[in-house]
């Protein structure tokens, strides 16, 4: 029979399974394929907190979403447009996100009596008309998974692990991508298991035929190359991008890299992905807990290392005391927070924007830092560069704010020329002549002089020290003065830092404030309202202290200004009290992060639910 | 094992005032920490270290103001990081020599956990602990090696809590050089401090160190001419453990118990006499030599109780570091982006 191809210009889909089903492994390759043929694409990953739930269960359901298209992606998408359920549970779980409309492919082979149960259908959803709003593709996954590898003497249980590449293959078929990259993945991933290669390169292929030669299947979908600019591009997750940035800056700065770290949720791959980098010169000590991480890093910032620690919401606070210390010797050192929902435990793997009033206030003392966000997972590349950049120029802590949406969300980066990258430039002092530990430049930075440098012993530490000298000293003038150059310090940053570009009308109605990663949200959902006549304009802002030098007078020509934050107000009140401006929140807390609808119906009801 | 002493010999010869910073010394008078200091720099000019490689970390406590005093590289940190602080020096510079002054409530209650993996990762560096078993700079709690019963401000009626045996606890958690000195020795402080300066790996040493205000004399029956003949037992590899003034007291091995001896009595002659192995591969004769403080009567050991090399964190780093740039190339950038999948868009 002859089979349609119909052209779209983007597609979400959601792969979801039990998780022992291997979809976040399915997603994956989805993506690499996706990538290679030219989409544009952002991914995000769902998995619950427990590692293994028990099979069948609702909450042990993974699921992988994927948004890919012609032109530019900024989110992992609202709804999918397909979705593949492993199981029951899956099902249940995903079928309420769906648009109307959407595709629902299910291994029928799982919908037995026990799964059912499991998943708390009380009928079976496939037989009672509860699907009836949706396009269902029932297909005995497991069954043909098992059919194609009859021959093989693999376990049962080894073969019905294969059934996620089957459905990988079909859905290679429907959006008429090449099996070959995946293919040429389980060549390396099982070279020395040759017998199970073979079955999964089957079932791929399987998959794959079964699409072309079934006619439950009548439509083809054609998703054309996105325009990127020109470039050698790579899929990159927010924690991979950061360990990147990293890595590069260590390479930029000429210093190597240290990472003191204890693992976290959502934070742990960047340890995991830095500790791969040793031929880098890359040090990660994984240390005996939070306090540690961040006080060796302390410790190698003072002998000259680019040091760093990474961690989330609970550990930010273990830190709290030794970012003081960090603050008080002023050293250079990032914290990367890869923000959960909080507080205490919360939500470890969901997204949340709350730790800002933490990272901006939260220590003893007149404590300030440079704080930074990134706005998506590429950006984390490239903000974790800015971050050893300012930190090393100006021997100042900085936390960088990313979140579990971007830790584990995923999208293309273009990948810069390493002289396009910025410059950070290290002067360790070795002048012995006129050398004071606290002798400030003209942006008031101290000189970094390390360890195994003759003639410039010298001590510092918590205590307060004498203004240029670096002694202590208790003098009440003396501790103003240097709570007052501290502050000015990190005032002198704004110097560095680009201004904020307003996109869209450069003055107006409507202005939305946002930072961090409800960037990709927002961008999409000003697109979606270009051409209806809205007047709406956008600023997102990457860092926040000290904030861009025009920002206020953005903030003066709108008459309102509408900041959508995954917290209670945060950085509305940050703007408030900083610019005495009265803003409008639109908050929310639920673990996810915006909607692009969410958004535009934000929009338009301040707008007064009209075109302007 | 390979065992070699640092043998860099520095090129100008060092005298014990350059090791004496610019600030006043601001401890209290008669303080036992300013003996302390006094034998860590009459010592340092024999460490075969350049100045500009030392770095002395402390976290707080009076013991903690220590670096302020010498004048190599120094830090001084917040309360109980100093081990953290001082691991993340050598990995960064693992040519660095670097020491840790600390005391027991910094050492042993707030930065314990630090002070355990330390060991356990035996990274070479030398932990000075000045255990004056009180809260000296928060002006006289009890501190976790305060005796059971005793009064401070903050246990008025006394501690019901049991101290920690710093000896066993280092020994415990894996530390390479393990020991005891006191202020009021200062020839033998200077010995230990010597001997750990020359050790690969992390070596502790734990002081007795008198707090005139707080704990006034809390070590007097092992510091003082009239009683410490009796009550101290000076440990010397290869040699009987004898005690007394006249050295006619002896301890044997019972099975697993320790048992004091009268050499005089004709029973006994120093034949029978535990003689101490400090490179003694096990480590439960350090467990029994280190329950003599529990057993009243007996005498308080002091000396290295043991010393044993192991692969230091540090260099196992680094040679790891070497192995990989070996195997794989040095890193570059382009390797680094290049390395995953990536695809080219005209």
Known sequence: ?612 | MDNKINELVPEVKYTAKDFASDLDVKWCPGCGDYSILAQVQRTSPDFGEKRENMVWVSGIGCSSRFPYYMNTYGFHGIHGRAAAIATGVKLANPKLQVWVATGDGDMLSIGGNHFIHACRKNINMKILMFNNRIYGLTKGQYSPTSEKGMITKSSPYGTVDFPFNPIKLATGSGATFVARSLDRDPKHLQEVISKAAKHKGLAFIEVFQNCPIFNDGVYFPLTEKETKADNVIFLEHGKPLLFGANKDKGIKLDGLDPVIIDLNDGKHSVNDCWVHDEFDDNPTRVFLLARFTDISGFPTPIGVFRQFNKPTYDEEYVKQIAQIKEKKGVGTYEKLMLSNHTWEVN
């Not at chain 1, 390169?201 to 299947?217: D, K, P, S």
Request: glycine share 8%; charged share 20%.
């Open chain 1, 1 to 612: 029979m002859t089979k349609t191809v119909q052209v779209v210009d983007d597609v979400t889909v959601r792969f979801a399974g039990d998780s022992g089903d291997g979809m976040q492994l399915t997603g994956s390759q989805f993506t690499d394929t996706t990538a290679f043929v030219g989409n544009d694409l952002s991914t995000l990953p769902d998995f619950p907190a427990e590692i293994r739930a028990p099979a069948g269960s609702l909450s042990g359901v993974s699921g992988f979403q994927l948004h890919f298209g012609s032109g530019d992606i900024q989110t992992p998408g609202d709804s999918p447009d397909v979705l593949i359920a492993m199981n029951p549970a899956a099902l249940k779980v995903n079928v309420k996100d769906l648009k109307p409309n959407a595709t629902i492919i299910v291994n029928t082979n799982s919908f037995d009596t026990k799964n059912l149960k499991l998943a708390q259908y009380g009928t079976n959803p496939l037989e009672d008309g509860s699907l009836s709003g949706f396009n269902v593709i029932p297909v005995e996954l497991t069954k043909l998974t098992m059919t194609a590898l009859e021959d093989l003497s693999l376990s049962l249980k080894e073969k019905e692990k294969c059934k996620n590449f089957f459905a990988l293959g079909l859905m290679y078929w429907m959006y008429n991508r090449p099996i070959d990259i995946t293919l040429k993945w389980l060549e390396s991933k099982f070279n020395s298991k040759p017998e199970v290669l073979e079955a999964n390169q089957r079932v791929l292929r399987a998959g794959f035929n079964y699409g072309e030669t079934t006619e439950i299947f009548t439509t083809r979908y054609d998703v054309k190359p996105a325009k990127l600019p020109k470039g050698i591009y790579r899929n990159v997750s927010g924690n991979e991008a950061v360990a990147l940035g990293f890595i590069a800056a260590s390479l930029r700065s000429g210093i190597p890299l240290f990472l003191g770290s204890y693992p976290i949720t959502p934070a742990s791959e960047i340890l995991q992905e830095l500790s791969k980098y040793k031929n880098y010169g890359v040090v990660t000590f994984q240390a005996e807990d939070e306090i540690s991480g961040v006080a060796s890093a302390i410790g190698a910032a003072f002998a000259g290392s680019l040091a760093i620690t990474n961690t989330s919401g609970p550990g930010l606070s273990l830190k709290t005391e030794s970012i003081g210390l960090a603050v008080m010797t002023e050293l250079p050192l990032v914290i990367i927070d890869v923000q959960r929902g909080g507080p205490s435990t919360g939500l470890p793997t969901k997204t949340e924007q709350a730790d800002l009033f933490q990272a901006m206030y939260g220590r003893h003392g007149e404590a300030p830092v440079v704080v930074l966000a990134a706005q998506s997972p590429a950006d984390c590349f490239y903000i974790s560069l800015e971050a050893a950049k300012i930190a090393i120029k100006f021997m100042t802590p900085v936390i960088l704010l990313t979140d579990g949406y971007l830790a584990f969300g995923s999208e293309p980066l273009k990948i810069s020329n390493f002289e396009e990258l910025p410059e950070i430039n290290v002067e360790f002092r070795t002048e012995k002549e006129g050398f004071f530990p606290y002798l400030r430049d003209e942006n008031l930075v101290r000189p970094w002089a390390i360890p195994g440098t003759p003639g410039l012993e010298h001590r510092i530490g918590g205590l307060e020290k004498k203004d240029v000298i670096g002694n202590i000293s208790y003098d009440p003038i003396n501790h103003e003065i240097m709570v007052k150059n501290r502050k000015e310090k990190i005032d002198n940053v704004q110097k560095e830092i680009p201004d904020l570009i307003v996109d869209g009308e450069q003055e107006g109605e409507l202005l939305i404030l946002s930072w961090g990663s409800t960037y990709g949200a927002i961008k999409e959902a000003m697109r979606n309202l270009e051409n209806t006549g809205h007047k709406v304009s956008h600023a997102h802002l990457r860092f926040i202290n000290p904030f861009p030098k025009n920002l206020g007078d953005i903030l003066k020509r709108f008459k309102n200004v509408l900041i959508p934050e995954l917290n209670l107000g945060q950085m509305a009140t940050l703007i408030r009290s900083t610019y005495l401006k009265e803003v409008l929140q639109f908050n929310k807390v639920q673990g996810q992060t915006f909607k692009v609808a969410e958004i535009e119906n934000k929009i338009i009801e301040v707008l007064g639910g009209n075109n302007g």
